[in-house]
């Protein structure tokens, strides 16, 4: 047990570091960002002298990120950096709609994230002001096709789940989807294995979505019981205990 609190203490200190990058990310971006022109939007009404005007075009071409220039430069980017095979597996599995291709992008770019001031990260800061704008599209995106995501594209598909608590869709759709990612999540525990914390990452965002126990531990049960490897199990146990330690007693005796 010891070795196993260890390893958990050393995975939420990644994932918090990776948290900080993220949340400076998006303070960062609290204006919207043109990915053409390389500067944010203008904040004062005199700099804006056609702003209703500006506002309903901007909406119209928010919906979707294949512009031709932007396409252009997202391509440019790819092929930069190499990557060709990973752009062309996950726009596999996410390009079914306007927001998929932009998850898919996202996806692609991940590494870039924290770096908001290169033109990788202005394309990651528009793609992600575009699936704010389709909340429930890109929740029923994720839904549909996030069970497809390889394995091996288990960072970015704990990115993509978090992502989901940004979303601005209501509390129950944020619950059902995190409580069906948590039981689809039954890898064996592997520590050098990102996958083994799919569930972790599943359980952690339901428990930041409801405070309700009677709500989490259903689900979390449901998924324990389906869970053959008991270093996962204890894992989410572990997790699930962090706030709720007496219960998290009870569940240790049964599983």
Known sequence: MKTLTLLLGVFLFWNFGYYLANRTFYKKIGQPFHLIGG???????????TALSHQAESKEQIK???????QAQYQSIVEKFHLEKKNSDLSAVFASSPAGASIAKIAVLLD??????TPAGALISRELEILRNQSRETLDELQQDLPKLSLKYSHERQFLVQYVLQLNVD???KIDFFGDDLQRSLNPYEPQNQASYNGVIALS???????????????????????????????LISTFASKYPDRAKTLKTEF
């Open 39 to 49: 500067h944010s939007t203008p904040s004062s009404a005199q700099e804006r002298p």
């Open 64 to 70: 979707t990120s294949d512009t031709v220039e932007a």
């Open 112 to 117: 870039f994230l924290p770096q908001i001031q």
């Open 171 to 173: 509390t129950n759709s």
């Open 205 to 235: 965002a339901l428990m930041k979505v409801t405070e309700d126990p009677n709500i989490i531990e259903p689900r979390l049960r449901q998924t324990l019981s389906h869970q053959p490897d008991s270093m996962a199990r204890s894992l």
